[in-house]
């Protein structure tokens, strides 16, 4: 590959239900260290950006490149791209280990390497020590690293979260912020990550995109978008969190 190009290049996506522009003209680049972050208020189409490079939604117009392969068209098993959503749906009659593995059996991995594989996403999330536990028996925290562990394991070419931290409470928040970061250094495929939280797509991002009505408003990095942040809806969180004397 050329290490020069852009690993993932999506350019002008759109997707129109009836009368409703869902997203309109996204472009986007993003290279293997990126932490993409799409941020925007509820219903402004961030879902449905994930959605259509994940191949769950076809697009009205518009092109996906992955690794230099034209992917628009793909079913979406054939992406190699993996997807965490905001609900972590693991299947509750199996332990963590067997959740995490799940794919790989799926595709008739051998035993020996599913163990491998399995061991090596559990100690990459800390999670060792839960192996045998059942999603009941799991902290909101922990059953979130399972199902992301569940997408890792595969070895996905790109990775996709949607609003991952939304269910959880604040302190955890803040805390799988930290964690996320340090996943993503570990990591060597580009992330696209989804949340309505200004300040969370601003503690994550190497690279931000601010969406308002399925159009991209502003993209950055977070201290350029900082300096002259421009739409609606972050320039007034920015100016709430000011008034509100939030740390950063
Ligand atoms: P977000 O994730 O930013 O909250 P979505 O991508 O879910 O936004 O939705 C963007 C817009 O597209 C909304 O107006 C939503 O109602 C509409 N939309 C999303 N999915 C569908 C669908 N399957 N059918 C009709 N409209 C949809
Ligand atoms: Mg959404």
């Not at 003209?25 to 509820?42: E, K, Q």
């Not at 628009?72 to 965490?84: C, F, G, Q, S, Y």
């Not at 794919?103 to 192996?131: C, F, N, S």
């Not at 562990?149 to 799988?176: C, I, K, Q, W, Y």
Request: charged share 20%; net charge positive.
């Amino acid at each position: 590959m050329n290490h020069l190009a852009p690993f993932l290049r999506i350019e002008n996506l759109s997707k129109c239900y009836g009368p409703t522009a869902a997203v309109q003209s996204f472009t986007l680049t993003a290279s293997c260290d990126d932490f993409v972050v799409i941020v925007g208020p509820s219903g402004c189409g961030k879902s449905t950006v994930l959605r259509l490079v994940a191949g769950l939604t076809a697009p009205s117009s518009g092109t996906i490149w992955l690794d230099g392969q034209n992917i628009t068209a793909l079913k979406p098993a054939r992406r190699d791209i993996a997807m965490v959503f905001q609900d972590y749906a693991l299947y509750p009659h199996l332990t963590v280990a067997q959740n995490i593995a799940f794919p790989l059996k799926l595709r008739h991995a051998p035993r020996a390497q599913r163990r491998e594989r399995v061991e090596a996403t559990a100690q990459l999330l800390g999670i060792t020590d839960i192996l045998n536990r059942r999603p009941a028996q799991l902290s909101g925290g922990q059953q979130q690293r399972v199902a992301i562990g569940r997408a890792l394991v595969r070895e996905p070419r790109l990775f996709l979260m949607d609003e991952p931290l939304s269910n959880l409470d604040a302190h955890l928040r803040l805390t799988m912020r930290t964690e996320f970061r340090r996943l993503a250094q570990r990591l060597d495929v580009p992330i696209l990550y989804v949340t309505h939280d200004p300040a969370e797509a601003l503690a994550l991002a190497t690279k931000l995109v601010v969406m308002e009505a399925g159009r991209i408003v502003q993209a950055g990095t977070p201290a350029e978008i900082l300096a002259d942040p421009r739409g609606t809806f972050l320039p007034l969180f920015l100016e709430a969190a000011k008034n509100n004397s939030a740390p950063w």
